[in-house]
């Protein structure tokens, strides 16, 4: 590998825009080149950083150790093939892929060849959520909510593997115990895809997660709540901020315990630079990320588990 991990960006739309912009930035990376089957688009990007376009990546000449893949989640499965056949290391967008055959075929693919498999679930870079998990242990109840007015981009995939699963992405860091049911409705708003959707998932340990996301609100929410023995703990993703109150033991002659809300720490930080940094990092030292492919396994499956069991109750 040369001074610097070179790394090409594939999809020039919103998210690969980014992601242009956070490699580019990084001392420790290279920005070689933009891909995209849209000229227009992988064009005006390259410009921006000064760097080469091609329509697809066979047509990459330069030396690369690792791709970013901002594209379409049905196209995710063969891109990040081609890109492991290629030698180089790979950070997927989420969901990891389509399907979890796909996901499961990609997983063994790069570990056959030793490569780097992350998956951008960003939200675990977000600092209050990675200062608020770092004091939650073995909560019994979560609350999630995620909504977003339109935007008309992933509308190729529905709101479970559009935003809700950040926040399974979440919860299946939290609760490795296996999901035992799922109970979920979902209604169609602006697209032939469902629109919004809520969860109740049970888990094999007793815990219990309900999951809302939206992506036809007036206004954005980013808020998870968990619930333990000892702490209630709050996250606004959005603010980035994080309130906690926890049970302390009673007072002399009290029956009752104290409740007491304790100041959490959250640094500033961008999720998506920390996100693609720490990728880095892990191609330099061949690490493991913390978002790997089997974390993306596990968001993934629960998100087809809230799929398979979805009703329409407005039809």
Known sequence: MSSKVRVVVV????????????????ERAQLVAVVDPIEEK?????????????????????????????????????????????????????PITATMAEAVALVEAAKRRGRVLQVGHTER???????????????????????????????????????????LDIVG??????????????????TTEIDMAAARLQFEDGTVAQISAGRASLEPVRKIRLFTKERYVSIDCAAREVKSVRRLPPDPGSAWPQISGEPVDVPAGDALALQDRDFIRCVIENARPKVDG??????????????????????
């Open 294 to 315: 089997v974390a993306g396994m596990r968001a993934l499956e629960l998100a087809e588990a809230v799929k398979r069991t979805l009703t329409a109750p407005l039809t």
């Open 42 to 94: 992988r064009q005006k990007l390259a410009a921006q950083h000064q760097v080469a376009s091609f329509a697809t990546l066979a047509e990459l000449r330069e030396p690369v150790d690792a791709v970013i893949i901002a594209t379409p989640t049905r196209t995710h499965s063969a891109i990040a093939h081609e890109a492991l056949e290629r030698n180089y290391h790979v950070l997927v967008e989420k």
């Open 11 to 26: 999809g020039g739309g919103h998210l690969g825009t980014y992601h242009c912009q956070k490699i580019a930035a990084d």
């Open 173 to 190: 860091a939290l609760i490795s115990a296996k999901l035992v049911e799922s109970r979920s409705v979902g209604v169609p708003v602006i």
């Open 125 to 167: 870079w977000n600092p209050a959520v990675t200062a608020a998990l770092a004091m939650v242990d073995k909560p019994g109840y979560i609350v999630a909510e995620r909504l977003a007015p339109f935007s008309g981009r992933s509308t190729d995939v529905d709101v479970v593997l559009d935003l809700m699963i950040h926040d």
